[in-house]
DNA sequence: GAATCAACATACCGACCAGTATGTATGTAG
DNA sequence: CTACATACATACTGGTCGGTATGTTGATTC
């Protein structure tokens, strides 16, 4: 190696194990072809994380964190939240869509994957799906607020079906490796979502009640 | 071995891959372990199954295939089907609920582990979610004729997003290992069960499109 | 420019795992 | 009773993996 650089480093080992991870899941990543991949060695790897848990820690904390926050709650930060869901969910399609073999939903993967077998993991995953739907919670109040979106809606239960929804549309399509299924399931969620929207000819019946649980 | 019984030796097999396979995931899996839970010796499993995935195979093609059959089929061959899966629902939550750390559904978590890597588990997976949708659908047609079910509702197409709801809430709660959260999602999925039920009351303007993509 | 430490590099280790080679015992058909 | 196939049992192998011990080199500080 002629020149260093330690944080390059760090980041080029966190990108490849998150793509690693992608693709062969937590359990299944090789930290010899993690090391292939980037010319990095076994010494710097283990200089920069203590092991190779620390190593899947740091892609949930910095890479998938990062992915949540650039997809779905910086895009919801303002504008008509439903019309933005609705557009953020199109994106999200055409990225499933343009896998030959789709992989899915890289957070919701290391998610099931690893949440049973490993509280290190299920921890910090539960606080990027926390912050996935206060970021949807949060852009449905201020719809409220703005008149777009139903007043009797309790929108941290919304938000919570509407993460949990999509990522079981995105495993669906995955399990049959089928667009279709994807778009069916894409349009019973955007059925949903427009529930929740405010409009003068519509009735209260189908909206999302005042509801803790069962 | 005092008396022998191959098929009661292949059954016991069979079980506890079921079981390692749920608790560990099919390459977490370990051959080593399913013999000494069963008391059968390598020799006897290499007997009955030439290698590995063949022993995964059979777990979907006929563990995970009649589980699915016992939970969704048969108690929706009659009846009123949208009352019949609010049953099976509550069924379902109690069984999520009975673990301390959630393990989910054994059936989507070995889909979300093997569908993007190995085609074999795919398409028997893929079997296994078409014959689920299909007995809903067959129900959901059936309240059709009945009266039950709202007549403008894409039976197929709501089938397939409740398939994806249940195993994306069920997931939800999995990566929060949070009960909470199994409720709060299954109150959405009740909801939209609802809104496919037939009611003199109510307006059209929510129900499911006779709508293919998009 | 010597000392020091972070940032690498290399070689090796023990554990585990799927799979195999080879042998033995049991049931069954003639 | 013999012959043979099914149903097991045991011991071993090659390969991969995460992790470590130990050595080297580049940057920084004084």
């Given at each position: 190696m002629l020149i260093r650089d330690p944080d390059a480093t760090r980041r080029s080992l966190l990108e490849a194990a998150f793509e690693e991870i992608r693709l062969r899941g937590y359990r299944g990543a090789s930290l010899s072809r993690i090391l292939a991949k980037t010319d990095v060695t076994k010494g710097a790897l283990y200089h920069h994380f203590p092991d190779k848990k620390a190593l899947g820690y740091a892609v949930v904390d910095e890479i998938l964190r990062d992915m949540i926050h650039e997809k779905w709650i910086t895009p919801l930060a303002e504008g008509n939240p439903i019309d933005r869901m609705l557009e953020t969910l199109h994106l999200e399609g055409c990225r499933v869509a343009s896998e030959k073999t789709l992989t899915g939903c890289p957070l919701n993967n290391l998610a099931q994957e690893m949440s049973a077998l490993d509280t290190g993991f299920r921890k910090r995953i539960a606080v990027v799906f926390a912050l996935w739907r206060k970021g949807i919670s949060t852009a449905l109040q201020r719809g409220q607020a703005e008149g777009s979106v139903r007043r009797n809606v309790d929108t941290d239960a919304a938000a919570t079906f509407v993460v949990a929804a999509v990522e079981g549309c995105i495993g669906m399509a995955k399990s049959g490796n089928d667009l279709e299924l994807l778009y069916t399931c894409g349009a019973g969620l955007t059925q949903y979502l427009e529930s929740l929207r405010e409009s003068d000819?519509?009735?209260?019946?189908h909206a999302n009640k005042q509801q803790k649980r069962r």
């Open positions: 000819l519509a009735t209260p019946s």
